[in-house]
């Protein structure tokens, strides 16, 4: 029996130290997977845009109420991947991460990788 994306994130917390997961160590997790590795998989535009040191902001600010990852088809090709925040009172929602996929399996791979991560950071 394989080990869960729970438990395979939970373990890639505890090797690498992190007691806050930050945008940046979301960032390190897609590159040390390989999930960059098909079209891209970045911070989105507006969202480094908006926020200049987003490598080093806690994903669950204290504004932040949740985070939600999946994957969707493309509208003229591929598949992509949305890593958003969810803020607490208003419920807006920002893109922080997309990546883009041309193997369906890959990007629920990624997706399912990639919300264990945020996930296990709030435990």
């Known amino acids: 029996m394989s080990e869960s994306h729970l438990e395979k994130a939970r373990q890639w917390l505890q090797a690498h130290n992190i007691q806050r997961l930050t945008f940046g160590d979301v960032d390190t997790f897609i590159r040390e997977h390989e999930f960059d590795r098909d079209e891209y998989f970045e911070p989105h535009t507006v969202f480094r845009h908006h926020h200049a040191d ?3 902001e806690f994903v669950y600010a204290d504004n932040i109420r ?4 999946y994957w969707v088809v ?33 990007a ?12 296990a950071a709030t435990w």
Not at 74 to 101: C, D, N, P, W
């Open 54 to 56: 987003w490598q080093k």
């Open 74 to 106: 493309g509208g003229s090709e591929g598949y992509y991947v949305h890593i958003e925040t969810r803020e607490r009172e208003t419920q807006k929602a920002e893109l922080a991460f997309l990546g883009k996929f041309w193997d369906v399996s890959r």
């Open 108 to 119: 629920e791979r990624a997706a399912n990788m990639l919300q264990a991560l945020v996930n």
């Open 66 to 69: 949740w985070i939600a990852v």
